[in-house]
C-alpha cells in the first residue's frame, strides 16, 4: 500500500514570491508521482508527472517538481506565483505494476496568494 | 480531445428519490472512474471500471450502483441517499487500466446535495 503526506494544509505567499509545497510517500514498491490542482468548483487538472528518468520534471503554468527517492519526496515549486494560482494542490502515487489502477492522494495544500 | 464531461453539474435529491450521474470521454480510454470528495479532503475512490467491467468497489454502499455501458460512457445510479453522502463526484478515465503510464483525466464533478 502507498500513502502521501502533506504536511502543509495551508500556504500563504506573496504575489511574485517563489513557492514550494512539500510531499512525501511511503510505499513499498516503485510509484509514479503526479501533482493535481484544483481551483474552487471544479474537477482536478493534471499539473505534472515523475515516471522515470530525469528527477526534474517540469509541468504546466510554470510549476515544477523534483523527485528525492532517498527522501520520498517530489516537492512542488514555483519561481513565481500569480493571482490565478490560488487553488488546492494534491500530491498523488500509484504504483507502477500491471493492474494497479488506484490513485492515493494527500489531504492536498491550499495555496493562497496575497496581492 | 482531452476532456471529460460530467452532466448535470449540479442536483439536489431528496432522500426516497432516484437519480443518476453521467459521465463522458471520447479518448478512447479503458478505464473509468468513480470518486467522492466532500469539501476540504481529497477525492475518494469508489469504483473502477476497466474495459467495461466493475475491477475495484471500495466498500460503497449498495445505495450507490455504477454502470457502464459502453467504452465512452460511465454512470452513477443514485438510490435512499442519506445528507452525509452530499458532496462532489467526481468521474474520470485513463488510457490503460493499471499497468502503463498514464494518468487520470479528470471531469468537472456533480455537485450533489441531498435534503
Known amino acids: 500500500a502507498q500513502s502521501v503526506t502533506q504536511l502543509d494544509s495551508q500556504v500563504p505567499v506573496f504575489e511574485e514570491a517563489p513557492v514550494e509545497l512539500r510531499c512525501n510517500y511511503s510505499?513499498?514498491?516503485?510509484?509514479?508521482l503526479f501533482w493535481y490542482v484544483q481551483y474552487p468548483n471544479q474537477g482536478l487538472q493534471l499539473l505534472l508527472k515523475?515516471?522515470?528518468?530525469?528527477?526534474l520534471v517540469k509541468g504546466i503554468n510554470g510549476f515544477e517538481a523534483e523527485f528525492n527517492k532517498s527522501q520520498t519526496s517530489f516537492h512542488l515549486r514555483k519561481p513565481s506565483v500569480h493571482i490565478s494560482d490560488t487553488a488546492e494542490y494534491f500530491c498523488?502515487?500509484?504504483?507502477?505494476?500491471?493492474?494497479?489502477?488506484?490513485?492515493?492522494f494527500g489531504t492536498g495544500t491550499r495555496l493562497t496568494i496575497i496581492p | 480531445d482531452t476532456e471529460v464531461t460530467q452532466t448535470p453539474k449540479h442536483l439536489v435529491m431528496g432522500m426516497t428519490n432516484k437519480k443518476s450521474l453521467k459521465c463522458e470521454q471520447h479518448?478512447?480510454?479503458?478505464?473509468m472512474y468513480w470518486y467522492k470528495q466532500k469539501a476540504k479532503k481529497p477525492p475518494e475512490l469508489m469504483f473502477v471500471?476497466?474495459?467495461?467491467?466493475?475491477?475495484i468497489n471500495e466498500s460503497v454502499p449498495s445505495r450507490f450502483s455504477p454502470e457502464c455501458p459502453n467504452s465512452s460512457l460511465l454512470n452513477l445510479h443514485l438510490h435512499a441517499l442519506q445528507p452525509e453522502d452530499s458532496a462532489l463526484y467526481l468521474c474520470?478515465?485513463?488510457?490503460?487500466?493499471?499497468?502503463?503510464?498514464?494518468?487520470?483525466?479528470f471531469g468537472p464533478g456533480t455537485r450533489l446535495t441531498v435534503t
Open positions: 474520470a478515465s485513463s488510457q490503460v487500466p493499471g499497468g502503463g503510464t498514464y494518468e487520470q483525466y
Open positions: 510505499s513499498s514498491v516503485s510509484v509514479y
Open positions: 515523475y515516471l522515470s528518468g530525469s528527477t
Open positions: 498523488a502515487v500509484r504504483a507502477t505494476n500491471f493492474g494497479n489502477e488506484k490513485l492515493t
Open positions: 479518448m478512447g480510454h479503458r478505464a
Open positions: 471500471y476497466s474495459y467495461e467491467k466493475l475491477s
